[in-house]
């Protein structure tokens, strides 16, 4: 049974940074390709960014840089690391694979960005 525990949300102001990571575990992490993933209250869940198994990456156009995802192997971990943080970036960020598997979802970690 794969499970997928995310952390490092929490409240920041406009412009600050959070680094938000995802243990894995039940599944053979290095082979999937995976994404962070955040669903604001009444939208759509969205791709954020995505790693693959040899690490290329991909963002989505909102991100503009200011994001940046990374994979551990060894640790099953993938982090996200968010700088220039603006309160439209409000949301729950979950982790999974890329594309991503419904039985695999998280609780997710708040981020709130505000003043």
């Known amino acids: 049974q794969v499970q997928l525990v995310e952390s490092g949300g929490g409240l920041v102001q406009p412009g600050g940074s959070l680094r938000l990571s995802c243990v894995a575990s039940?599944?053979?992490?290095?082979?999937?390709?995976w994404g962070w993933y955040r669903q604001a209250p009444g939208k759509q869940r969205e791709l954020v960014a995505g790693i693959t198994s040899g690490g290329s990456v991909k963002y989505a156009d909102f991100v503009q840089g200011r994001f940046t995802i990374f994979r551990d192997n060894a640790k099953n971990t993938v982090d996200l690391q968010m700088n220039s943080l603006k309160p439209e970036d409000t949301a729950v960020y979950y982790c999974?694979?890329?594309?991503?598997?419904?039985?695999?979802w998280g609780q997710g970690t708040q981020v709130t960005v505000s003043s």
């Open positions: 999974n694979a890329e594309p991503w598997f419904s039985l695999w």
């Open positions: 039940g599944t053979i992490f290095s082979i999937n390709d």
